[in-house]
């Protein structure tokens, strides 16, 4: 959580490098399981269920905290369109810097509910991963297949 609290939402590139920042671990899902999966020689020495289920429990982790970061930097967006509309209603109609500033937080705000729906699709791809490789040795409750 301390990675979604400190996401900044003001420069969308920012935020989106810090995204890709924090889904470094769904983008490389498939050698995660491979390495934390053991070999039938090495089962003995480890335990595939305490590993699949530790993983599980750190994807969960980073999906929550993306979803976090999202949600809080619509939020930011949308108050801010909302701002810039009550002042453009207000005395400043017709001012082209104020229309300029909306137009692109309202661009913003769009970029921003695509990026929840990106999060959607990396979420479902790595628990799809994740079910393929782990289900004969821990399947969560909640895990949607």
């Known amino acids: 959580m301390a990675a979604a609290a400190n996401m900044e939402c003001i ?5 989106q ?3 890709k920042k924090m889904r470094k671990m769904d983008d ?3 050698y ?6 053991p070999t039938d020689s090495f089962r003995a020495q480890l335990d595939p269920t305490h590993q699949c289920k530790d993983l ?18 619509l939020e930011v967006s949308r108050e801010r369109v909302k701002n810039l509309k009550s002042q ?3 005395e400043h109609e ?3 810097g104020l229309i300029k500033k ?9 970029l921003l509910e695509s990026e929840l729906n990106v999060e959607e699709v990396v979420k479902k791809r790595t628990l799809s991963v994740y079910h393929e490789k782990c289900r004969g040795y821990y399947k969560p409750s909640n895990l949607e297949s």
């Open 11 to 15: 420069d969308f590139m920012e935020f």
């Open 17 to 19: 490098d810090s995204l």
């Open 28 to 30: 490389t899902i498939i």
């Open 32 to 37: 995660l399981l491979n390495s934390v999966l």
């Open 56 to 73: 599980y429990q750190r994807i969960q982790k980073g999906h929550s905290e993306r979803e976090i970061a999202i949600k809080k930097c």
């Open 88 to 90: 453009r209603e207000g």
């Open 94 to 96: 017709n001012d082209v």
């Open 102 to 110: 909306l137009r692109k937080e309202q661009s913003t705000l769009r």
